[in-house]
């Protein structure tokens, strides 16, 4: 089964300051995975992905991830945080069903918190 | 293009009865998904619709079901409803083909009293 860890379910960073969101995952086979931001009141929206191919994925609003296979990790990040980064992240890892598709199984998310 | 709908954007139950929500995929999608958000539980995948057959079930009773028409549009309803059941219903969408990633729409809150 696969499974996704996120480590700090919140997360406190300064304007301007390096922002990093843990993830580690579970997969028995090679893995895809994503990161979602979701902000108050609305659903999730796609930041980056990692399916093959290059390692260090770059994403949207200045974020980026990388995929480790040896730490079985897929951290986010951002070098400098802006006020407008304040919401809840999530990591996910998709598996492939059996009769065709696939579902997103994901981490508990982190709440990031970006101060003055 | 536009996103993924979903109405109504927020609903009050009483316990004991049910709900149909709706979901409307990106133009041209034809795999829907649809997820259950709580403080306690997290997100849960319930189930997911392709050409109008549920194609994957999650692990949840059978209180909750669904269906997808034939021009992909989506509902899910849920029968008897408990105040567990109080949640944030997100529906998401992807394409064909190689297409991984999914969609999301601003989910509908249902709040059950």
């Known amino acids: 089964a696969q499974s996704v860890t996120q480590l700090g379910s919140h997360v406190s960073v300064s304007e301007g300051a390096l922002v990093l969101l843990r993830c580690n995952y579970s997969?028995?086979?090679?893995?895809?995975l994503f990161w979602y931001v979701q902000y108050p009141n609305q659903g999730l929206q796609l930041l980056l992905k990692y399916t093959t191919g290059a390692t260090l994925v770059k994403g949207i609003n200045g974020f980026e991830a990388e995929f480790k296979k040896s730490e079985t990790s897929f951290h986010l990040t951002k070098p400098s945080a802006h006020m407008s980064d304040a919401a809840e992240y999530f990591c996910a890892v998709s598996h492939i069903l059996t009769g065709g598709g696939n579902k997103l199984t994901f981490g508990t998310g982190t709440q990031l918190k970006v101060e003055l | 293009k536009a996103g993924v709908t979903q109405t109504p954007r927020y609903l009050i139950k009483t316990r004991g009865q049910q709900v149909t929500l709706s979901c409307s995929p990106i133009?041209?999608?034809?795999?829907v998904s649809w997820y259950q958000q709580t403080p306690g539980q997290g997100l849960q995948f319930l189930f997911e619709?392709?050409?109008?057959?549920?194609?994957n079930k999650g692990n949840f009773p059978g209180r909750f079901s669904g269906r997808q028409f034939s021009n992909s549009r989506s509902e899910m309803n849920v029968s008897t409803l408990e105040l567990g059941d109080s949640a944030l219903y997100l529906c998401a969408s992807s394409g064909t083909g190689t297409e991984i990633e999914q969609y999301f729409g601003p989910g509908t809150r249902l709040t059950v009293t």
């Open positions: 997969s028995s086979v090679p893995p895809y």
């Open positions: 133009s041209g999608h034809r795999s």
């Open positions: 619709y392709f050409s109008e057959t549920q194609r």
